[in-house]
């Protein structure tokens, strides 16, 4: 046992130096320490272990973390000051980013809603922490850049609004979520939170990536910036400078959350009353008061045999692979339920 916890423990130290994949239920989370970046993925398809990325997938460096120091903006993975490793523990790895007057540390927390039996989501937990032996003023932005709602009017939606051009979200707002969703899958993102950020900007992902810090709000702007970038969306996250003390920290915690998408199934309510709840789903089953996995596992049952007919009306050749995937699927949850 010693032997076998000795090995598991050396393939993270190797990996530490490049870039190291964890999986826990449906999420893939990819860490980066060559770039500085994460990368995160959703398994849409059980049966076959298939991910879908959740972030603009020609380049997942067009996600990433800034730091402000005294007026002094850091891009994580691209500054030689500070030095990149990969720490935590397999089950909650971080990103650690360490220079001579600050260490910024982005752990990643596998998260489950109650809605779903697997794992569906990650808990980002940002925290910086001043080495200077003086006060400074210290602030963070996350930049997050995801395709799916691109090809949609609304590239965004929030438990208030639909986010169809530049939109500015700040402290004193009732928005808890911003979602962005193509016809499949949806990507859901905190806005309410234990530290909730100082603004949320939904904006070109030109603008936002080229700019050192903040740009200019510009109301009802559009998503281009000509000639190149055409309907290209991005949301950043902003944690406003603020004194840190010598050996201080600051932290800021956002939430992403994945989920197949399906109008028949799970509809997320957009409403604008200040009384209703962050997330309303809809089920289309018939017996309300099944368990939240219950529900879960018949709806991916329910997934599955549409496939299988699918495939049988269409005449696809399924490999003997994918019906093992599909033999192994089905035992596992008939084993849940001891179902012989």
Same mark, same amino acid.
């Given at each position: #046992?010693?032997?076998?916890?000795?090995?598991?423990?050396?393939?993270?130290?190797?990996?530490?130096?490049?870039?190291?994949?964890?999986?826990?239920?449906?999420?893939?989370?990819?860490?980066?320490?060559?770039?500085?970046?994460?990368?995160? @993925? @959703?398994?849409?398809? !059980?049966?076959?272990?298939?991910?879908?990325?959740?972030?603009?997938?020609?380049?997942?460096?067009?996600?990433?973390?800034?730091? #402000?120091?005294?007026?002094?903006?850091?891009?994580?993975?691209?500054?030689?000051?500070?030095?990149?490793?990969?720490?935590?523990?397999?089950?909650?790895?971080?990103?650690?980013?360490?220079?001579?007057?600050?260490?910024?540390?982005?752990?990643?927390?596998?998260?489950?809603?109650?809605?779903?039996? #697997?794992?569906?989501?990650?808990?980002?937990?940002?925290?910086?922490?001043?080495?200077?032996?003086?006060?400074?003023?210290?602030?963070?932005?996350?930049?997050?850049?995801? %395709?799916?709602?691109?090809?949609?009017?609304?590239?965004?939606?929030?438990?208030?609004?639909?986010?169809?051009?530049?939109?500015?979200?700040?402290?004193?707002?009732?928005?808890? @979520?911003?979602?962005?969703?193509?016809?499949?899958?949806?990507?859901?993102?905190?806005?309410?939170?234990?530290?909730?950020?100082?603004?949320?900007?939904?904006?070109?992902?030109?603008? +936002?990536?080229?700019?050192?810090?903040? !740009?200019?709000?510009?109301?009802?702007?559009?998503?281009?910036?000509?000639?190149?970038?055409? %309907?290209? =969306?991005?949301?950043?996250?902003?944690?406003?400078?603020?004194?840190?003390?010598?050996?201080?920290?600051?932290?800021?915690?956002?939430?992403?959350?994945?989920?197949?998408?399906?109008?028949?199934?799970?509809?997320?309510?957009?409403?604008?009353?200040?009384?209703?709840?962050? !997330?309303?789903?809809?089920?289309?089953?018939?017996?309300?008061?099944?368990?939240?996995?219950?529900?879960?596992?018949?709806?991916? +049952?329910?997934?599955?045999?549409?496939?299988?007919?699918? =495939?049988?009306?269409?005449?696809?050749?399924?490999?003997?692979?994918? +019906?093992?995937? !599909?033999?192994?699927?089905?035992?596992?949850?008939?084993?849940?339920?001891?179902?012989?």
């Amino acid at each position: #046992m010693k032997k076998i916890i000795f090995i598991l423990l050396l393939v993270f130290i190797v990996h530490s130096a490049f870039a190291a994949e964890f999986i826990d239920g449906r999420i893939k989370l990819v860490l980066n320490p060559g770039t500085g970046r994460f990368s995160l @993925y @959703y398994m849409t398809d !059980i049966a076959r272990e298939e991910f879908v990325h959740l972030f603009t997938a020609e380049d997942p460096r067009t996600s990433f973390l800034s730091i #402000m120091v005294n007026n002094k903006t850091y891009k994580m993975g691209e500054t030689y000051l500070f030095k990149t490793s990969i720490g935590g523990t397999p089950s909650s790895p971080s990103l650690i980013f360490e220079s001579s007057f600050m260490v910024v540390t982005q752990n990643f927390s596998f998260t489950k809603t109650g809605a779903s039996s #697997m794992t569906n989501g990650v808990l980002i937990t940002i925290t910086i922490t001043n080495k200077s032996d003086r006060t400074v003023n210290a602030g963070m932005r996350l930049l997050i850049d995801t %395709d799916l709602g691109e090809k949609n009017n609304a590239h965004f939606i929030t438990n208030l609004r639909e986010i169809n051009n530049e939109t500015v979200i700040d402290k004193t707002s009732q928005d808890q @979520y911003w979602v962005s969703k193509n016809d499949k899958l949806l990507l859901m993102g905190s806005i309410a939170s234990e530290n909730r950020p100082d603004t949320v900007h939904f904006a070109n992902w030109k603008r +936002l990536n080229d700019a050192p810090w903040k !740009i200019t709000y510009m109301k009802g702007r559009n998503f281009n910036l000509l000639p190149y970038s055409i %309907d290209d =969306s991005a949301v950043c996250y902003y944690y406003e400078p603020a004194p840190l003390p010598k050996g201080g920290s600051r932290t800021a915690t956002i939430s992403l959350v994945s989920s197949l998408f399906s109008e028949e199934q799970n509809i997320i309510a957009v409403s604008t009353a200040e009384d209703q709840p962050a !997330i309303s789903i809809e089920s289309s089953q018939p017996d309300e008061e099944l368990g939240d996995t219950v529900r879960t596992d018949l709806a991916t +049952l329910e997934e599955l045999v549409f496939r299988l007919d699918e =495939s049988i009306v269409s005449g696809l050749y399924i490999s003997d692979e994918e +019906l093992a995937a !599909i033999s192994l699927l089905i035992s596992r949850i008939k084993l849940k339920y001891s179902i012989p």
